[in-house]
Structure formats: structure tokens, C-alpha cells
């Protein structure tokens, strides 16, 4: 299983960014994708989720409104679309997967909100 992310980079508050997370190793349609984020300091927490079908998705309160989360099964790959970026949003964000009962992990990219 292997996951890349990419697209992160430095955005003013009001800002937005893509990220991308390109999977190979799995049959990646028949999986739940995730987004986390680690900010300087604190623990890994969870952003947003995407069901392997459908598009009853999950989002934190903290993104809830702002952030999209989508995927596109033939390109094996999944996005988040961060609008409204705050300072607060600054952090590495990852892309995860559970696959037969083990977490795998991105390298993640990171994101900074500043002015």
C-alpha cells in the first residue's frame, strides 16, 4: 500500500488549497479514505472521511462548511478542498487507509496559513 500526498503549500487566512492523495497497492474502490492533520505540538487528528461508495462523507466541526473532501476511483485518487483556510488549519495534513486491520499513512504535506 502506498499513499502520496501533495498540493500543500503556504496560503493567506481566506485562502484555499487542493490536496491530492495518489493510492496504489489495494483495490482502492472498495475502501474508506481519510484525511488527518498534525499541527506543531499536537496530536494527529481526523478531518474528513469518504465512504468506498456513495458520498455520504464526514467532516470535524472544525472543517465542517469549508472543506470537500471527493475522490475519483478511477484515478485512485482522493482530494480535500480547503476553503476558507484559517490559521488554525496550519498543520501536515495525511491521507489514510485501513487495510486488513492496518493503518497506512502518506508522508503528508504540509500546509501553512499565514500572512
Known amino acids: 500500500v502506498q499513499l502520496v500526498e501533495s498540493g500543500g503549500g503556504l496560503v493567506q487566512p481566506g485562502g484555499s488549497l487542493r490536496l491530492s492523495c495518489a493510492a496504489s497497492?489495494?483495490?482502492?474502490?472498495?475502501?474508506?479514505m481519510s484525511w488527518y492533520r498534525q499541527a506543531p505540538g499536537k496530536e494527529r487528528e481526523w478531518v474528513a472521511s469518504?465512504?468506498?461508495?456513495?458520498?455520504?462523507?464526514t467532516y470535524a466541526d472544525s472543517v465542517k462548511g469549508r472543506f470537500t473532501m471527493s475522490r475519483d476511483n478511477v484515478k485512485r485518487t482522493v482530494y480535500l478542498q480547503m476553503n476558507s483556510l484559517k490559521p488554525e488549519d496550519t498543520a501536515v495534513y495525511y491521507c489514510?487507509?485501513?487495510?486488513?486491520?492496518?493503518?497506512?499513512w502518506g508522508q503528508g504535506t504540509q500546509v501553512t496559513v499565514s500572512s
Open positions: 497497492g489495494f483495490t482502492f474502490s472498495s475502501y474508506d
Open positions: 489514510n487507509v485501513l487495510v486488513r486491520a492496518t493503518d497506512y
Open positions: 469518504h465512504p468506498s461508495y456513495g458520498v455520504r462523507r
